[in-house]
T-cell receptor, first 113, second 114 residues
Framework: DAGVTQSPTHLIKTRGQQVTLRCSPK?????VSWYQQALGQGPQFIFQ???????QRGNFPDRFSGHQFPNYSSELNVNALLLGDSALYLC????????????FGEGSWLTVV | AQSVTQLGSHVSVSEGALVLLRCNYS??????LFWYVQYPNQGLQLLLK??????LVKGINGFEAEFKKSETSFHLTKPSAHMSDAAEYFC????????????FGKGTMLLVSP
């Protein structure tokens, strides 16, 4: 049990729409990162949040944005969806008590049609 | 910049045979290295990690990996494959800065036949 929960588990959106994905890290985890995993690929880093600030960002366009709340939970927002945004979106959080080990949630499957 | 190369997108073994999944990394600083497993339609589960110290790391489900700095490798092994090991395996590297960002390889699908 990774202790990281994500919602929704599956969703289908139409091109041009906007989507919000949610992540709740386990109590005690602080840093939250988001990854995109396209079919047949390894996860790609989108961005990372710590103390409600985005502190590192991967090579993703500004259509991808996020937020972290005071309770460390986080949202990933994607605007103007493209077919190529179809992927598994994974949230990861850091556990300081286990040497900064990174744990992943089960992911949110997004299909853009 | 860091990178990870996993040799072989698919590896097939028979049940009971040795499992060897290869991972080479590139990093300008001493790396932290990880292996994750992903079962169908699930997220990533941590198998094992190397940070510092002993270069032979033991993980869950009988897997182990050895960090070889001279070869920039972190290959994953298991002496005897089980049907339940069939999954996709990802090698990842994290630098030792304050950020916890992982760079993943493209993954290796392990197929286990009876």
């Amino acid at each position: 049990d990774a202790g990281v929960t994500q919602s929704p588990t599956h969703l289908i959106k139409t091109r041009g729409q906007q989507v919000t994905l949610r992540c709740s890290p386990k109590s005690g985890h602080d840093t939250v990162s988001w990854y995109q995993q396209a079919l047949g690929q390894g996860p790609q880093f989108i961005f990372q949040y710590y103390e409600e600030e985005e502190r590192q960002r991967g090579n993703f366009p500004d259509r991808f944005s996020g937020h972290q709340f005071p309770n460390y939970s986080s949202e990933l927002n994607v605007n103007a969806l493209l077919l190529g945004d179809s992927a598994l979106y994974l949230c990861a959080s850091r556990d300081r008590s286990s040497g900064n080990t990174i744990y992943f949630g089960e992911g949110s499957w997004l299909t853009v049609v | 910049a860091q990178s990870v190369t996993q040799l072989g997108s698919h590896v097939s073994v028979s049940e009971g045979a040795l499992v060897l999944l290869r991972c080479n990394y590139s990093s300008s600083v001493p790396p932290y290295l990880f292996w994750y497993v992903q079962y169908p339609n699930q997220g990533l589960q941590l198998l094992l990690k190397y940070t510092t110290g002993a270069t032979l790391v033991k993980g869950i489900n009988g897997f182990e990996a050895e960090f070889k700095k001279s070869e920039t490798s972190f290959h994953l092994t298991k002496p005897s494959a089980h049907m339940s090991d069939a999954a996709e395996y990802f090698c990842a590297v994290r630098d030792n800065s304050g950020y916890s960002t992982l760079t993943f390889g493209k993954g290796t699908m392990l197929l286990v036949s009876p």
